[in-house]
């Protein structure tokens, strides 16, 4: 049997990863908003276009303030430039860790799943073999390869 992919994370970097999350759980718990799917859509997330639009608009009002409009709020518009900053920098790197996370986890799934058609292969051969207790096994695990009716039957049913 070949495996794609081994575990290469010991138990101490797993403890490590299970308690920097609780950390960051714990310090983001209050200070970060989950929007719900309508304030998603009411709001919506600005488009790369429009982010450059922003950009240009910081980039005058820190080179040329005179040329700023006095019903902005610019300190609010500073912190606000900055929070953006940081959470979309620190969400790409959340989103990377994720995507590798999945990945890693779609290869062991794999794994798992390609082991587990050969064990109950094995199953079907030791029952067909007259071992004890495979009947019973092969009986239970027939319940996850739910047969399709034959082409014949199916046209049969549907005139």
Not at 8 to 25: C, F, R, S, W
Not at 84 to 97: M, Q
Not at 120 to 125: K, L, T
């Amino acid at each position: 049997m070949r495996n794609i992919i081994q575990d290469q994370l010991t138990k101490e970097d797993k403890d490590t990863a299970e308690q920097l999350v609780t950390q960051l759980e714990a310090m983001f718990t209050g200070k970060l908003t989950a929007l719900t799917e309508k304030q998603r859509q009411d709001y919506k997330a600005i488009n790369e276009k429009n982010k450059l639009f922003v950009n240009k608009i910081w980039e005058y009002r820190k080179h040329s303030n005179g040329l700023s409009s006095p019903d902005v709020d610019w300190q609010e518009f500073e912190k606000d430039y900055g929070a953006r900053v940081f959470t979309e920098n620190l969400l790409g790197r959340v989103e990377s860790i994720a995507y590798q996370l999945e990945s890693t986890k779609i290869l062991h799934d794999y794994d798992n799943y390609q082991d587990a058609l050969n064990d109950y292969s094995y199953s079907q051969y030791s029952k067909g073999a007259g071992k004890s207790g495979f009947t019973e096994k092969v009986a239970e695990l027939k319940q996850f390869f739910a047969r399709t009716k034959s082409t014949a039957q199916t046209d049969e049913t549907e005139e």
